[in-house]
């Protein structure tokens, strides 16, 4: 009785274990976490027209973001929100203008849409668009293509060194810009905290640009960062007390 009942559960083990590995086995043919889109391109092959943008950011090559970038359809933009995000991409169904490989690129602009045209409305709500650099476009596609069908998932940043600090507007309007910020990457909550005060709110004023109207000026500034997964960092006394706007900091850490 004892031997029966040792095969009945290696035959029930065998089982848990092939409904186990095979869905591993899938998800690595073929993750179930993409989703479908579309990639196009802009600028041209060293990058122009792709600095700056809706998100905030500046000069993106000496920002580390480089030319693994782009500009989002509204249905992904989120208002600003998703700046800073990580995807990856793969060029799929077309097999006439698909570039085999994989690749990983990080959301710094807009794509605006266009509602005076009635064809090639690939930014148009509820279109999921990637207009990647063109550097980027011609490492999935060829490029008389122009727009390719894709399959993109979110994935984690990996950036260098730690998350920067910009410093914009006044005394009495400090705007900040937090870049190169790993994990999550798009920043969801933002705080201040100057040497004299607790920590204070920072609203969202556009892209990944926040703003306080507290006058923080002669205080060494800490910076309190949540990202979108709820991860959330502390960094301390990143400035100076003699800080002003035009400034950039090294927050030292990352996520």
Not at 181 to 203: P, S
Not at 206 to 234: A, E, H, P, Y
């Amino acid at each position: 009785m004892k031997f029966l009942e040792k095969i009945i559960y290696a035959e029930v083990l065998m089982m848990v274990m092939v409904i186990w590995v095979v869905p591993i086995c899938y998800g690595h043919g073929d993750h179930p976490g993409w989703l479908d889109a579309r990639a196009t391109f802009y600028g041209d092959i060293n990058g122009g027209e792709t600095q700056q943008g809706a998100c905030g950011y500046g000069d993106l090559h000496k920002q580390g973001y480089g030319l693994e970038t782009a500009a989002l359809s509204t249905a992904l933009f989120n208002n600003g929100s998703t700046c800073g995000a990580c995807y990856e991409l793969k060029c799929v169904n077309s097999p006439q203008w698909c570039v085999p490989g994989i690749i990983k690129i990080t959301a710094t602009n807009f794509c605006p849409p266009d509602y005076s045209k009635t064809t090639d409305i690939w930014c148009n709500p509820p279109q999921r668009d990637f207009d990647l650099s063109q550097k980027m476009y011609l490492k999935i596609a060829k490029y008389k293509a122009g727009v390719v069908p894709v399959k993109y998932r979110r994935v984690p940043c990996t950036k260098t060194g730690g998350v920067k600090f910009e410093t914009k507007g006044n005394p009495h309007f400090l705007m900040v810009l937090p870049y190169n910020i790993g994990g999550a990457g798009d920043v969801r909550a933002l705080q201040v905290k100057g040497t004299k005060t607790a920590w204070i709110k920072m609203q969202k004023n556009w892209g990944q640009i926040w703003n306080t109207g507290v006058v923080l000026t002669g205080q060494c500034l800490s910076f309190r960062v949540t990202l979108s997964d709820g991860m959330t960092k502390d960094f301390i006394n990143v400035t100076t007390p003699s800080w002003s706007c035009g400034q950039t900091f090294d927050g030292r850490i990352n996520f």
